[in-house]
């Protein structure tokens, strides 16, 4: 029996516009993916770092293993 099942954030291969950040961290919540893109454009526009937060994540993420 699993208590905890592990989750892991990747970057999204089937639900991408540039590197499928947006994607990975809507599959990772459990959100609609155009909720999260309209979510970080307002982090864009409002806080000014969303641009720096996406290319670091973009680096850092792995990519989505097909197995």
Not at 10 to 31: N, P, Q, R, W
Not at 38 to 52: E, N, R, V
């Amino acid at each position: 029996r699993v208590l905890f099942r592990s989750r892991r954030l990747y970057k999204s291969s089937t639900d991408k516009k540039l590197a499928g950040v947006c994607g990975g961290f809507s599959e990772y919540f459990g959100l609609d993916s155009t909720a999260v893109r309209i979510g970080y454009l307002a982090l864009i526009i409002f806080a000014g770092f969303g641009i720096l937060f996406y290319i670091i994540c973009a680096l850092v993420m792995p990519n989505e293993s097909k197995i």
